[in-house]
């Protein structure tokens, strides 16, 4: 009885594997003839806020060394650009069930020029993010957000901390003690995302054949929504205006 | 609420759209209390629970790259609108390396800084050496009036809260030194508070900080004034009111990494007062060391510890302080509800020292709201 049982399992096995790799698997979406790209472009004409604007001066610095420049000044972020603020990235209800291998590699969230580096940071369910502190003074970065609420605490120039983020979402990140300073991380079910050149092309490569829909993410907020549909490996665009 | 109103709209039509770069913000807290029911000043509402509340307003206007100008009000539950800040600062002035501050604006004595705000202050209440009235007040008065008015709360702090005075100063960085000299119409213990300078000559402050590594700082500031603020009583000797000084100094430590913050100060108060028959030093000494501890993120704990001592005065025969010793505790929980909004709850125990005195506390219940 066991062998007959064993006999009929054999080519539904082979089926189910079949249909596991046709649906978009990333084992084989890697090398399917049928992954496809979506690449464009990016235009932002609306007149943007500064999104860590730093307060004009600091009043109580009299009583102890400034942070930086002249006692009091208003501290001088460096500028962000267009790659360090904006994200293509890809959702789908097919790819939703997955899970996809997070990098070994850990992404950045600097702290520099008292400012976060970079303002958005897009990352796959799973992966490790460093903290490093590149300013002369204490950061204490922190957030509160539903998805991982962590606190890293205060710590010098040189040193770094580090945190896994296993739910996706939207992680709002900022600093106790510079109240400007503020950043996004994305928490993204898949790797399918792209940050723009500073130019605002962008490309996701090896993207399975599938329905999507093609997200912008911009500052702090989501600015931008369009479906995309990939057939046969072709390259679809996808350009956004805001 | 209307005059806040209008100072706002004021604010905001007449003055904002004259700078390039403005900038309103604040913060606004609100407060249950309940303390015992004892007849000292620091017991609330004589024990009866009440409510409170608290707002903080601040506009900064930068009138070019070094030139701002720095309003501060705040307001209590009475609706009385304090401007505790409206000073023009200006950086590196003249290209000489250094920054310069007129007008209203703390005083760089002590390391109190912007824990004085409730969304930065760990707990509720601050240090004793910043909130409690001694027995001697800036006026002329005799020794019996001094001890008679031990623990009644009628005169001068160590250093009077914020220490919000009228004055100018000069202040800036030398490598890992920084450096504030100012002068101002008021003392330390006794600011001007939107009055001119009484007695002609200027408190004289001087402070130095020194952060040897991120995180740790050590400060001491020193001052020298006449005290004699109040001189509607006449001098009983012809000495002069700028005779009558106060000399001040304190020193302080700030400490901060990973989830620990402290902070300490002690301060030593001397005055030479005009009693009857001769002229007396009397002095005080004041401390404290306050720590936080963030647990986990958004919930932290904190506790300060706060002293006052005071020097003996001769009496026929007797030497009693010529105001009660005390010892404060203050600990308590903190919550942060989301990025700009805490909620703290508190409790203060006050014991007055070697002599029988009321058992005073005070549990609080407090929201703050940043924005």
Redesign the interface.
């Known amino acids: 009885m066991m062998n007959v049982r064993r006999r009929t399992m054999w080519p539904s096995l082979l089926i189910l594997i079949a249909l596991w790799a046709h649906s978009g698997s990333p084992l084989f979406a890697q090398e399917s003839s049928r992954a496809g790209e979506i690449r464009g472009k990016i235009t932002i004409t609306k007149n943007e806020d500064d999104l860590q604007k730093p307060p004009t001066v600091d009043r109580y610095s009299t009583h102890r060394l400034a942070p930086a420049g002249p006692s009091g000044s208003a501290p001088s972020p460096s500028a962000m650009r267009l790659s360090e603020k904006a994200v293509v990235y890809l959702e789908s209800e097919s790819i939703k069930v997955q899970s996809f291998v997070p990098p070994t590699a850990h992404p950045i969230l600097d702290q520099r020029d008292l400012t976060f580096h970079p303002q958005v940071l897009p990352i796959v369910v799973g992966t490790t993010v460093d903290f490093p502190n590149r300013d002369i003074l204490f950061h204490n970065v922190f957030s509160y957000s539903q998805p991982k609420e962590f606190d890293l605490g205060r710590y010098p120039t040189g040193e770094s901390r580090s945190i896994r983020f296993d739910r996706p979402g939207v992680i709002r990140v900022y600093c106790d003690i510079h109240s400007h300073m503020n950043a996004t991380i994305l928490v993204l079910e898949n790797p399918y995302f792209a940050v723009p050149d500073d130019q605002g092309s962008f490309v996701i490569k090896n993207v399975p054949s599938g329905a999507y829909t093609a997200k912008l993410w911009y500052g702090r907020e989501l600015v931008g929504s369009q479906s995309a549909v990939i057939r046969n490996g072709e390259a679809v665009i996808v350009n956004f205006n805001y | 609420m209307k005059r806040i109103l209008a100072v706002l709209a004021t604010v905001m039509t007449f003055v904002a759209p004259l700078y390039s ?1 403005v ?1 309103l ?1 604040g913060e606004a807290s609100s407060v249950l209390l309940m303390s015992a029911r004892t007849t000292s000043p620091r017991a609330v509402n004589k024990g009866n629970p009440t409510f409170g509340w608290r707002l903080d307003l ?1 506009l ?3 009138v070019s790259d ?1 030139v ?1 100008i ?1 309003v ?1 009000t705040r307001t209590f539950e009475d609706e009385y609108i304090n401007f505790d ?1 409206v000073a023009l ?1 200006i ?2 002035l003249a290209n000489l390396g250094f ?1 310069f ?1 007129m007008g209203k ?2 005083m ?1 004595f ?5 824990r004085r705000f409730p969304t930065r202050n760990f707990l509720y209440g601050l240090p004793l050496i910043y909130e409690y009235r001694t027995s001697l007040p800036n006026q002329v008065v005799s020794r019996g009036e001094v001890l008679n008015n031990r623990g009644r709360g009628v005169g001068m702090r160590l250093i009077d809260l914020g220490v919000y005075d009228i004055g100018a ?1 000069v ?3 030398a490598g ?3 450096y ?1 000299v100012a002068a101002s119409n008021g003392t330390i213990s006794s600011t001007s508070y939107g009055r001119p300078n009484a007695d002609g000559d200027f408190n004289k402050i001087l ?1 130095l ?1 020194y ?1 040897p ?3 740790f ?1 050590v ?1 001491a500031s020193a001052a020298m004034a006449p005290y004699l603020g109040d001189l509607t009583k006449s001098l009983p000797r012809d000495a002069g009111s700028l005779h009558y000084q106060q000399l001040i100094g304190e020193v302080d430590v ?1 400490f ?4 620990v ?1 402290f902070n300490g100060e002690a301060v030593y108060s001397q005055w030479t007062v005009p009693f009857e028959n001769d002229d007396t030093d009397i002095w005080a000494l004041g401390y404290y060391a306050e720590a936080k501890y ?1 647990w ?3 919930f932290y704990t904190a506790a300060r510890v706060s002293g006052l001592m005071f020097s003996r005065l001769d009496l026929e025969g007797i030497s009693p302080r010529w105001d009660n010793n005390l010892i404060e505790i203050e600990a308590g929980v903190g919550y ?1 509800l ?2 700009n909004s805490l909620v703290k709850l508190v409790r203060r125990e006050t014991r007055t020292l070697e002599v029988t005195g009321p058992h005073d506390n005070l549990t609080v219940l407090q929201l703050s709201v ?1 924005f």
């Open positions: 770069q900038q913000s601040f900064d206007g930068k070094n701002y720095l501060n800040y600062r950086l590196n920054n501050q604006f703390d760089p002590g390391n109190l800084a912007e100063m202040y800036g960085d890992k030194v920084h504030a402070r900080a952060t590594v991120m995180g700082t400060g700030e901060s990494r990973d989830r913050l963030t986990f993120p958004r942060h989301d990025r940043s």
